[in-house]
């Protein structure tokens, strides 16, 4: 099993959570809560293309 993606998806929520901190504390709240969003939708991203990857496979596994 490859463990890239899980260094993905930690990567983004160290990044995000750190900036969302430094905004917080900027008294920036909603360029925080854009960036939250933004980190939400980056790993949402990369984990449709995993289960996409994951049904091809079981399409050519089943012939379907």
Do not use: C, P, W
Not at 8 to 33: F, P, S
Request: hydrophobic share 65%; proline share 0%.
């Amino acid at each position: 099993m490859n463990v890239d993606i899980l260094f993905q998806i930690a990567a983004v929520g160290i990044v995000v959570a750190v900036l969302n901190q430094i905004l917080v504390k900027a008294e920036h709240q909603e360029y925080a809560v854009m960036v939250t969003v933004a980190g939400l939708i980056v790993v949402l991203l990369l984990v449709v293309d995993r289960i996409k990857g994951l049904f091809d496979a079981l399409k050519s596994v089943f012939s379907l």
